[in-house]
């Protein structure tokens, strides 16, 4: 069976911190997590911060979203993924999952910040190497109520000593207190732009801005496209018998080293966690092209393909792949 692969990786403020008024909740994490619990008329934006804490990064609401709608809601082991789903829709909204974050965002701009967190990851690793390791230095963030939009993106960019085209454009608002784990530095700027349908394009060539803010969806580089072949599996002689057939893959690759483990991890259905701050540190850059050709291979000979001749490791932690440079962060 042939298998058409498109390399598209999936990514606004948090909401202030509220005791859930919830039963019966057993702590899990990840979006593939069984969830038992149940909310009775819970504001959105106290669930948020408890939808949080089952998946392991933020679940961030658009600011478009009415924070206050009552969630009530039952959960007898459902995925979380499947719950989150559910919750969207009854707001009228759709789910981004993007790298580091999940959003709840208005359905007419649902996939926007999946494809622009794609493409930032792209550009920040072509940019020039100072400018590459601030954008992608990790750090936890933290604002007060009524923070401002544009005085936190002013501030950012003022710390990190970063020359930033189009502050003006950002629209007047008030965020509640947010308080974040860490994310890259990049992350951080569009965290705050995707609620106004903006994003920054990371440039730093010499005579012209590190960054400038555009609209969520301009100039977004065409996906790149792969194509995997999985074979059926063979029937067995014995129809009454249950033989367990291992996957074999063959697989022609030539593309930039994560859009083709965005395409792959999509196509098995894996949830891909690329350790940019590892790989910055060993001077690898995640929009490296690897080049594979490997036949009948089963899925970890896929992966060790891909990722043994630029120097990286990989773990599979249920159904999320690990990527990172060995020797780094602990690893």
């Known amino acids: ?10 990514l606004a403020a948090v909401n202030a911190a509220a005791p859930a008024q919830t039963t019966t909740e057993r702590t899990v994490a990840g979006l593939d997590a069984e969830v038992h619990a149940s909310w009775t008329g819970v504001p959105l934006r106290v669930w948020t911060t408890r939808a949080t804490e089952l998946a392991g990064r933020p679940v961030i609401l658009d600011r478009r979203i009415d924070p206050d709608l009552p969630v009530t809601l039952v959960a007898r082991g459902e995925p979380l993924r499947e719950i989150l789903d559910r919750i969207a829709h009854d707001a009228g909204a759709a789910v981004d999952e993007l790298e580091s974050t999940i959003r709840i965002v208005p359905k007419a701009v649902a996939g926007r910040a999946a494809l ?16 590459r390791r601030r954008l ?18 002013a501030d950012l960019a003022a710390e990190a000593g970063l020359d930033l085209e189009g502050i003006d ?24 732009l995707a ?10 060539r010499s005579g012209k801005p590190d960054g400038r803010i555009v609209a969520i ?3 977004i580089a065409a996906p790149a496209h792969t194509a995997m072949t999985k074979p059926r599996p063979r029937p067995t ?6 033989v367990k057939v291992r996957d074999e893959f063959t697989l022609t690759l030539e593309a930039p080293l994560d859009q083709a483990l965005a395409a792959i991890t999509h196509q098995l259905d894996l949830e891909l966690n690329l350790d940019v701050a590892s790989l910055a540190a060993r001077g690898i850059a995640p929009g490296e092209i690897v080049r594979v050709n490997v036949v009948k291979t089963s899925r970890d000979g896929l992966f060790d393909a891909i990722l043994g001749p630029v120097g990286l490791a990989w773990k599979l932690e249920g159904r999320r792949l690990r990527v990172f440079a060995p020797g780094n962060n602990g690893n």
């Open 1 to 10: 069976m042939r298998l058409a692969v498109t390399a598209i990786a999936m």
């Open 116 to 131: 622009a967190d794609h493409d930032r990851r792209l550009r920040v690793a072509r940019t020039p190497l100072d400018l």
């Open 136 to 153: 992608v230095a990790t750090e936890p963030w933290t604002w007060t109520t009524a923070a401002r939009p544009r005085g936190l993106v």
């Open 169 to 192: 454009t950002i629209p007047h608002d008030h965020f509640p207190a947010a308080e974040l784990p860490g994310l890259s530095l990049a992350e951080r700027f569009d965290l705050v």
């Open 195 to 204: 609620h106004f349908d903006r994003r920054m394009i990371w440039d730093g």
């Open 217 to 219: 969806d301009a100039e």
């Open 237 to 242: 002689a014995k129809p009454a018998r249950t």
